[in-house]
C-alpha cells in the first residue's frame, strides 16, 4: 500500500535497528527530534513524589499557538546543521536511548513476561496529512502479528477503536481506543490469555457530550481551511496540520470557546491536532494498568512491560512504568518529549531508565528521587 500524502519520512527508512529477539526491526526507527516544549497551560506539573495536572484548557491564545507550532517534529531530516548535530549529539549522551540498549533490556527480561503496548499514529504508521489514509504497511502489519505470537500486544490509540482496528486488522491483539477510553481484548477464541473477552470502556456517560461537542466543533470550525474535525468516540481531535499558520489562533480560539459550555471536557495536544475529551481521570497510563491487570500481572513484579508511542498522549502510559514497575523499557519516537525539557525531568528520566537496566540500583534510585 503506498501513501501519496506522507508529511513525515517514512519510517521504513529508518529501519537499521538491530532489536533482539522476537522483536523485528521494522518496528523501529532511530530518531532524535528536536524538544518538544510543554504544552500551554500546564500540562504537567511536577511536585516531589506525585504528578498533577492542571486543567489543559487554560493558558493564553499565544503560548498553545508557540506549542502547536512545535508540536509534531519530523522524525529524519536529511539535512542537519551542525548545531543541530551538535545539540542532538548532547542529547544522546544525557538520555540513553532504549534503542541502543537492547542487550540490557533482553537481558532485564529474563524469566519475565513481557507485553507489548503499541501506539497506532506515527509508531505503526507514518504521518500523513489525511488522517483517514494513516495505513500501516504489510511489513509493519506482519512485523505486529510476530510480536504478538510471542508476547500479549495492546494497540493503544487516540483513535475511535473501530477506526484503529480497520487500519492494523490484526485479530488476537487488546485494542484501546479513544486514548485508553475504549479497551477491548481478544474474542475468547482468539486469546490465549486470561479475560480475553474483555470490554471496558469508563466514559461511557460522555457518549451523547462528544457527539454534540463533534457538531458544534464542525460547524464552528467549517470556515477555516485545511480543519479537520474527527469523532473519535470518546474524544474528538481537531486538525490542524493543513491549516495556515497564520489562522491557528483563531481555530484554537474557536475550539476553546466551544469549550467554555462544556466544563467537563479539557483540551490537550498531540501531533499538530488538538484533542478534547472528558476531564475523568483516564489516559493511556490507565489502560495500560488496566490491561495489565486483566492479563493477571497486577503489582507484579513478573511482567516486562514494553511501551512503544512517538505522542505526548503516550507519556501518560511511560509515568505508569516509572511508578508501578522496577523493570522498564520506555520507547519514545519523539525520543525527548518524555517531560517538558524545562522541568529538567527528562535528564533524570533518562538517568534512570539506564541504571535500571544497567542495573544500578543505587544510581536509579538517586535519578528517580529528584525526579520529583
Ligand atoms: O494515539 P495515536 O494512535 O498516536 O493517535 C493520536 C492521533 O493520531 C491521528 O492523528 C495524527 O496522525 C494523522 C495521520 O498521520 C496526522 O494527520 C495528524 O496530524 C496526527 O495528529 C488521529 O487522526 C487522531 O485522531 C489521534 O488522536
Known sequence: MTNQNVVVPDAKKGIDITIAMALPKS????????????????????????????TETGGKISSWVDSMRDSSPTRVKSTTSLSETEEKNSW??????????????????????????????GTLSPIVEDPDRAFMTNE????????????????????????????????????????????????????????????????????????????????RTKSIPGAKVENNKFCVSVHF?????????????????VLNDYPKLRLTQGRKVLEIRPTIKWD????????????????????????????RTDE??????????????????TNNSILSPNLNYSEQFGTYVNAKLTGSKKQGARAWDSCF
Not at 28 to 53: D, E, H
Not at 152 to 177: D, E, M
Not at 316 to 333: G, M, P, R, T
Open 27 to 54: 518496528l523501529f526507527s532511530p530518531v532524535v527530534p528536536k524538544p518538544l516544549p510543554a504544552a500551554p497551560g500546564g500540562y504537567f506539573t511536577i511536585t516531589r513524589k506525585r504528578f498533577s495536572k492542571k
Open 92 to 121: 544522546i549522551v544525557n538520555h540513553p536511548s532504549a534503542l541502543n540498549m537492547f542487550e540490557q533490556i533482553v537481558k532485564g527480561s529474563k524469566g519475565k513476561q513481557i507485553v507489548m503496548f503499541l501506539d497506532y499514529d
Open 140 to 219: 509493519m502489519r506482519e512485523a505486529v502479528r510476530d510480536v504478538a505470537t510471542y508476547f500479549p500486544t495492546a494497540i493503544v490509540s487516540g483513535r475511535c477503536r473501530n477506526k484503529v482496528y480497520s487500519f492494523v486488522r490484526l485479530a488476537g491483539l487488546y485494542y484501546a481506543g479513544s486514548h485508553g477510553m475504549d479497551i477491548k481484548g481478544p474474542s475468547k477464541n482468539n486469546c490465549k490469555y486470561k479475560k480475553g473477552g474483555v470490554l471496558f470502556q469508563p466514559a461511557s456517560e460522555f457518549l451523547p457530550m462528544i457527539d454534540e461537542v463533534y457538531n458544534v466543533l464542525l460547524e
Open 241 to 257: 496540520r493543513c491549516v495556515e499558520e497564520k489562522m491557528w489562533a483563531i481555530l484554537v480560539e474557536q475550539v476553546r470557546s
Open 284 to 311: 493511556k497510563g490507565k489502560a495500560l494498568e488496566f490491561l495489565l491487570e486483566s492479563l493477571g500481572y497486577a503489582n507484579s513484579t513478573d511482567v516486562f512491560p514494553v511501551y512503544i508511542g512517538d505522542d
Open 316 to 333: 501518560d502510559a511511560f509515568k505508569v512504568y516509572i511508578i508501578l514497575y522496577s523493570s522498564i523499557v520506555f520507547v519514545s519516537l
